[in-house]
Structures are given as structure tokens and as C-alpha cells.
């Protein structure tokens, strides 16, 4: 066993690490406060390579693996958690789903230009009465000559009203149950498509929005895979995007110890510094340890991947779960210690702590996480197949 990152991962975080400081962290409040999507940082994150780590060369990517893009997530996300989004949207969405199940002529298609960052993605799963339910989706593409019409309401959907192209589900023969479900590439400059945003109590720029499917024609090639492979699709991209959060957790709760540890060295009260304080001492070594506990079950489940185990639904459960719990507790925790500080705009703290919630609700709820890791525990429903 060896828990030490080669070299070349080393490298790469501090890059990253140096490139968040410089590109996001000066700008990441201003953009919070103005919900102003950071579309040319994307861009430049795209040109850097962050978003093609799983992707093979021949589509543009750098093929260095899952490991190091989770650890470039993490770097990002530690400077915004609005701008991690788009490991999702520009991959672990959409790409790995493409690269999966699309045919050569697709790859050569979507990819390069989803990781380039050149177009923008997103992937639309949830509708208005389908949240963890994502069986109970009402969106319809019925098959018409060569191509479908497509016609359905998504909501909650990251970066909607940017995306160019948008991973989408939808019923292709409702009468076929689950096996009905089929996944689709679309164009979201087709006529029909129309988009509106939805404003959020955080993550305030990463853009999030409704879309309005309206006769839409696709093509023949939008479909990915063969018709009715779309749950498997949307479980298995699920599994994917999952770890993106997970490393975004680790992130934001980092964040949160940075900034706990610098403010405990500057303020004094009482004619000492706060960090003298036990009760302050305590709550930074209960975020250390959950954060060292989520960063290994992510480290983890990405190595996995890396390994080829890309149906590690239980690892990557795992370090989700975890991660969710570590960022939500770490952001109280920042907020205690910085007090009236930590309430006050002035600090990025009080966005940490409003982003933070979100690593519970998306990619699976914690109560869904905590569901598939029971069901496998009793042996009900094996996670990993
Ligand atoms: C900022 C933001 C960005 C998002 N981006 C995207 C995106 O890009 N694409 C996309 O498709 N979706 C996106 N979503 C949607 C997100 O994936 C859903 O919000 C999530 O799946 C949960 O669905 P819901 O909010 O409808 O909650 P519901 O499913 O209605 O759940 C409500 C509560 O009930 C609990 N619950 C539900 N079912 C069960 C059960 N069986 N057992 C126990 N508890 C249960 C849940 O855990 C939750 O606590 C985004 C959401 C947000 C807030």
C-alpha cells in the first residue's frame, strides 16, 4: 500500500494550487455576490487540460487518469465551489458517458470541444416530480423517420443557459419501464430548446436553470448507445459525477480549516490569540480528521477508476457521503470560530458555508447515499456490478 502521490500528481496539485490562487480566489466573492459565471476561467481551465485527466489523447485529452483530476478538483474547489461545476459539465457528465457508449464518429464529435471547454456542457436528469426519483422522469423522445422529437421539462440543471451541448434523458417507449429510458446528445441551439434561471441560496455562479424541451428534432446520432440503455447510462455517469463532488467537498471544507487556522492565529481576545483556546483547538482537529478521512475514500474510489473499476458505486458512495458530512460540518465549524467574522461578507467563510449544503443534495442525496451503501450492507442490492 502506498498512500504517497507520484511525482507527477504532486506537480500537479501545486500547479493547480497556483493557478486557483491566482485566477479565482481574488475574484470568487465579487463573482458569488454578482452571480457572474467565470466562463473565460473555464475556458483557460479547459486549454490547461483539467477536464480531459480520463480522457485518451486521441480526443484531445491528457489521459493522466481520475486520481488527478480529483485533485485538481479539489484545488479548484477549495478557491470556488461554483467553478468545480464544471468538472461535471465539461467530463465526468458527459464525456465519460460519451467515451462509454458513443460510437467513433461521436467521440470525434463532442469530446475534444466539451474538454477544450471550446462548447459548454451540462447534463439534464432531474425534472420538476423527478429528483431522487430519476425513474420517474416524463420526458419523451418519440422516434420520427431517422431522428426523435424530443419534448419534456428539466430543472435544476448546471450551467443550462450557457450549455451548448446537454447530456439528456428521456423516455424513448414508456411501455418498456426502466428499459425505456434512452440518453441522448443535444444541441441546445435546436429550435425549441429554451432556458431560465433559477436563483439559489449558493454556488451563485454556476449558473443553474430550467429547460424547456419543445418539439425538439434530433438527429439520429444524438443518441447514445443503443435505445433503452439510458438508466444504465444515467446510474453509471451518476457514479462519475459523484466523485467530482466528493473532491469539491474536500475542497470547501479545506477551505474552511484554512481559513479557521489563519484566523485563530490573527484574533486575539481575553489578551491571547484565539487558538490558545481548547474549545477552538478542538474544533480544527474534528475538521482535520474529517477531512483527511474524506480526501482518502476520494483518493480512493478515483484510483479505483483508475484501475478500471468505473462501477465502484460503493467507494465512491463512501467517500461522497463523507465528504458531504466533512464540508457541512467543517463550514459550522469555520462559522464558530469566526464568529461575527465569519457572518459577515467580508470573509469568504459565509460562502463556504452556504455552498457547503449543496454536497448533500446533488449527484444523490446523503439519505440516497446512505441508502445504496444499506442495501449493499444487507445484501438487499449489490452497489458494485
Ligand atoms: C445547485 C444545484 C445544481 C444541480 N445541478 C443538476 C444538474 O446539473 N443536472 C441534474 O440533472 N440535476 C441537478 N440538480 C438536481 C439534483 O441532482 C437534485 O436536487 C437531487 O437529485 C435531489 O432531488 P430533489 O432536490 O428533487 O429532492 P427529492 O428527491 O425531492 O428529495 C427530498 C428529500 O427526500 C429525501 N428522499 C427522497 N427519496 C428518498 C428515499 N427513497 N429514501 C430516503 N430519503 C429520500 C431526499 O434525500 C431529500 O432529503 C442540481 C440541484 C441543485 C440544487
Not at 76 to 85: F, I, K
Not at 130 to 151: C, E, F, H, Q, R
Amino acid at each position: 500500500m502506498d498512500f504517497g502521490l507520484n511525482e507527477e500528481l504532486v506537480a500537479m496539485k501545486e500547479a493547480a494550487r497556483t493557478f486557483t490562487e491566482k485566477e479565482i480566489v481574488p475574484h470568487a466573492d465579487k463573482w458569488d455576490e454578482e452571480h457572474h459565471f467565470p466562463k473565460d476561467v473555464i475556458k483557460k481551465m479547459g486549454e490547461l487540460g483539467y477536464f480531459g485527466c480520463p480522457v485518451p489523447e486521441d480526443y484531445g485529452g491528457t489521459d493522466v487518469g481520475f486520481l488527478a483530476q480529483a485533485i485538481l478538483c479539489e484545488e479548484v474547489s477549495r478557491g470556488s465551489s461554483s467553478v468545480r461545476v464544471a468538472f461535471n459539465t465539461q467530463c465526468l457528465g458527459t464525456v465519460v458517458s460519451i467515451l462509454r457508449h458513443g460510437t467513433e464518429e461521436q467521440k470525434q464529435k463532442w469530446v475534444p470541444d466539451l474538454i477544450n471547454a471550446e462548447k459548454i456542457g451540462c447534463f439534464a436528469i432531474t425534472e420538476p416530480n423527478a429528483g431522487s426519483d430519476v425513474l420517474a422522469l416524463k420526458a419523451t423522445a418519440k422516434k420520427d423517420g431517422d431522428g426523435y422529437i424530443l419534448n419534456g421539462s428539466k430543472t435544476w440543471i448546471s450551467f443550462a443557459s450557457h450549455a451548448d451541448l446537454a447530456m439528456v434523458y428521456a423516455y424513448t417507449d414508456r411501455s418498456q419501464g426502466s428499459r425505456g429510458m434512452s440518453a441522448f446528445v443535444v444541441d441546445m441551439h435546436s429550435e425549441g430548446v429554451s432556458t431560465s434561471n433559477l436563483d439559489k441560496l449558493g454556488t451563485r455562479s454556476s449558473p443553474t436553470g430550467e429547460i424547456s424541451f419543445e418539439d425538439v428534432r434530433l438527429p439520429a446520432d444524438a443518441l447514445l448507445g443503443p435505445e433503452g440503455a439510458g438508466v444504465k447510462i444515467v446510474f453509471s455517469s451518476l457514479n462519475q459525477t459523484r466523485l467530482s463532488c466528493a473532491s469539491g467537498g474536500v475542497g470547501v471544507a479545506q477551505a474552511c480549516l484554512d481559513a479557521s487556522i489563519q484566523y485563530c492565529l490573527e484574533r486575539e481576545q481575553f489578551g491571547k490569540q484565539i487558538g490558545q483556546f481548547q474549545m477552538n483547538q478542538a474544533l480544527l482537529a474534528e475538521m482535520s480528521a474529517e477531512i483527511e478521512a474524506a480526501r482518502l475514500l476520494t483518493y480512493k474510489a478515483a484510483w479505483q477508476k483508475d484501475q478500471g473499476q468505473l462501477g465502484n458505486v460503493r467507494e465512491t458512495c463512501l467517500a461522497k457521503y463523507t465528504a458531504g458530512m466533512a464540508v457541512t460540518h467543517c463550514s459550522e465549524k469555520a462559522m464558530r470560530i469566526l464568529g461575527a467574522y465569519g457572518y459577515s461578507t467580508e470573509y469568504p467563510v459565509a460562502r463556504y458555508y452556504r455552498d457547503a449544503i449543496l454536497y448533500q443534495i446533488v449527484e444523490g442525496t446523503t439519505n440516497v447515499q446512505k441508502m445504496i451503501l444499506a442495501q449493499d450492507l444487507l445484501g438487499y442490492r449489490k452497489a458494485n456490478r
